[in-house]
T-cell receptor, first 113, second 112 residues
């Protein structure tokens, strides 16, 4: 595997379910990110991890819970989501210094029923 | 007012045309400017990265930044059907802990 991988690619869940999204980067980067992409809207940064430490949480509801066990893996744990949370969730990574060049995974298309 | 404004399109052009994609922004402190390309069912990939005002050329692509007008552009020469994608502009403040601010993206279709 190369680059940034995400699993699953598609996920359908009910509002009472608990699920997790997984991201893995094979680029030797130290910073990882979760973004939300909704139709016709700019990418919204959700969380930033730098050397496994969370450095940013952009007012994300607590029903989204990130976890970064090491610099290569990032998870997004989901519980009691709302239909408006349906979107494409993108993971990205970059070198810790100079984060303009971020490398994105293919995303997980999430549908909340 | 959004921090970054980008016309969502869609934009359709014939193969071989010159394409101009644009973004305006409101925060004059932005220092780094990027263009990402996103194909359908894929994540964005970095296309161009510029710092401050001026032009940067890479093959058929030219990125232009006009900080006095708070306006950035991406030009694609001799456009190809393989250029059909959504183009996202993104900007970064100095010392902003890597928080990119994105435009909403312009969907481009190049017709053969």
């Amino acid at each position: 595997e190369t680059g940034v991988t995400q699993t699953p690619r598609h996920l359908v869940m009910g509002m009472t379910n608990k699920k997790s999204l997984k991201c893995e980067q094979h680029l030797g980067h130290n910073a990882m990110y979760w973004y939300k992409q909704s139709a016709k809207k700019p990418l919204e940064l959700m969380f930033v991890y730098n050397f496994k430490e969370q450095t940013e949480n952009n007012s994300v509801p607590s029903r989204f819970s990130p976890e970064c066990p090491n610099s290569s893996h990032l998870f997004l744990h989901l519980h009691t989501l709302q239909p408006e949370d349906s979107a494409l969730y993108l993971c990205a990574s970059s070198h810790a210094r100079g984060g303009g060049e971020q490398f994105f995974g293919p995303g997980t298309r999430l549908t909340v029923l | 007012q959004k921090e970054v404004e980008q016309d969502p399109g869609p934009l359709s052009v014939p193969e071989g045309a010159i394409v101009s994609l644009n973004c305006t922004y409101s925060n004059s402190a932005f220092q780094y400017f990027m263009w990402y390309r996103q194909y359908s069912r894929k994540g964005p990939e970095l296309l161009m990265y510029t710092y401050s005002s001026g032009n940067k050329e890479d093959g058929r692509f030219t990125a232009q930044v006009d900080k006095s007008s708070k306006y950035i552009s991406l030009f694609i020469r001799d456009s190809q059907p393989s250029d059909s994608a959504t183009y996202l502009c993104a900007m970064l403040l100095p010392g902003s802990a890597r928080q990119l601010t994105f435009g909403s993206g312009t969907q481009l279709t190049v017709l053969p």
